[in-house]
């Protein structure tokens, strides 16, 4: 899955709620410029493999309004959305 959403400009929402991660090797760069992407609904099934999947920077909300960070400082980039959570998480 790499670079499977990179440099989707336009991209806003994305439902990847019955995507299967689990047989993944990597998913390097796979939201990478997608900067106006603000909704990810995910799946049970759904686990971030890695850690240069790039999601947008900025606080991510899950559903019930807990926050959760993707940041970049420098060449480290880290994100502490859940994985295997079902949830939509929105960018504010």
Same mark, same amino acid.
Not at 25 to 54: C, K, R
């Given at each position: =899955? /790499?670079? *499977? @959403?990179?440099?989707?400009?336009? #991209?806003?929402?994305?439902? %990847?709620?019955?995507?299967?991660?689990?047989?993944?090797?990597? =998913? /390097?760069? *796979? @939201?990478?410029?997608?900067?106006? #992407?603000?909704?990810?609904? %995910?799946?049970?099934?759904?686990?971030?493999?890695?850690?240069?999947?790039?999601?947008?920077?900025?606080?991510?909300?899950?559903?019930?309004?807990?926050?959760?960070?993707?940041?970049?400082?420098?060449?480290?980039?880290?994100?502490?959305?859940?994985?295997?959570?079902?949830?939509?998480?929105?960018?504010?």
């Amino acid at each position: =899955m /790499n670079e *499977m @959403f990179s440099w989707c400009k336009n #991209l806003i929402r994305l439902d %990847l709620s019955n995507f299967d991660t689990k047989n993944l090797i990597s =998913m /390097n760069d *796979m @939201f990478g410029a997608s900067d106006h #992407l603000n909704s990810i609904t %995910l799946g049970a099934n759904f686990a971030f493999i890695g850690s240069d999947y790039y999601l947008p920077t900025g606080t991510w909300y899950s559903s019930d309004g807990t926050p959760y960070e993707s940041s970049l400082n420098g060449n480290i980039y880290s994100c502490n959305i859940p994985s295997n959570k079902a949830d939509t998480y929105t960018r504010r």
